[in-house]
């Protein structure tokens, strides 16, 4: 059974640091791309990075770029969402999930998806 589990939200003020995790269960990782996405009430689900686990492969939305890096590791399954810098305007429920098809900016194209990590930044 495919499942994906995301860890790692909170509180944390402006200019800080969190570390998002999203287990996965069910199939090996290292076959798929898997992808971070973020949304706040009343908005749509929005792309912010994903990675190709076979090559490294990794894409940021221009909003994050420079500021979070997304890891894989093959062996425990999970990847990763360093988030640095942060600011006000990420605060959003952060989800991750597996690639099926179609385009990689598209919440669309993604079949398996966690429950979601609340992330607040604010003072």
């Known amino acids: 059974q495919v499942q994906l589990v995301e860890s790692g939200g909170g509180l944390v003020q402006p200019g800080g640091s969190l570390r998002l995790s999203c287990a996965a269960s069910?199939?090996?990782?290292?076959?798929?791309?898997i992808g971070w996405f973020r949304q706040v009430p009343g908005k749509e689900r929005e792309g912010v990075s994903y990675?190709?686990?076979?090559?490294?492969?990794?894409y940021y939305a221009d909003s994050v770029k420079g500021r979070f890096t997304i890891s894989g590791d093959n062996a425990k399954n999970t990847v990763y969402l360093q988030m640095n810098s942060l600011k006000p305007e990420d605060t959003a429920v952060y989800y991750c999930?597996?690639?099926?098809?179609?385009?990689?900016?598209?919440?669309?194209?993604?079949?398996?998806w966690g429950q979601g990590t609340q992330v607040t930044v604010s003072s």
């Open positions: 999930a597996r690639y099926y098809r179609g385009s990689y900016y598209s919440p669309r194209s993604y079949a398996y």
């Open positions: 990675i190709t686990n076979s090559d490294g492969t990794t």
């Open positions: 069910g199939f090996p990782l290292n076959y798929f791309t």
